[in-house]
């Protein structure tokens, strides 16, 4: 199994900046990719960023290109969102999965394990 903790959420103003943590532990050894998708009230969860580790790649929402930054630390076991001139419209609670193998990564279908989610809101 594989626990994902999310982390870095909160209330900002818009055009401001947040960072979001996903930690990963267990067995992350498994792991070849994870993604940050977002659901706002009454929404469905959209896909809003994803990093597959082997061979290297990044996806990105058409919504979040150019805004958002997605990345993971030396050590493999934490995946950051790097989130710049945010907007109201940005405001979910953010999710972050993690999926072994090779899936499609734009698809929520696809992964194995999720985070509980932590709340993002930008205040206009």
């Known amino acids: 199994q594989v626990q994902l903790v999310e982390s870095g959420g909160g209330l900002v103003q818009a055009g401001g900046s947040l960072r979001l943590s996903c930690a990963a532990s267990?067995?992350?050894?498994?792991?070849?990719?994870m993604g940050w998708f977002r659901q706002a009230p009454e929404k469905e969860r959209e896909f809003v960023a994803a990093?597959?580790?082997?061979?290297?790649?990044?996806y990105y929402a058409d919504s979040v290109k150019g805004r958002f930054t997605i990345s993971r630390d030396n050590a493999g076991n934490r995946v950051y969102l790097q989130m710049n001139s945010l907007k109201p419209e940005d405001t979910a609670v953010y999710y972050c999965?993690?999926?072994?193998?090779?899936?499609?990564?734009?698809?929520?279908?696809?992964?194995?394990?999720w985070g509980q989610g932590t709340q993002v809101t930008v205040s206009s």
């Open positions: 999965g993690a999926a072994r193998g090779y899936i499609d990564y734009v698809n929520n279908i696809g992964y194995h394990y």
């Open positions: 267990g067995r992350t050894f498994s792991i070849n990719g």
């Open positions: 990093i597959r580790f082997s061979p290297t790649a990044t």
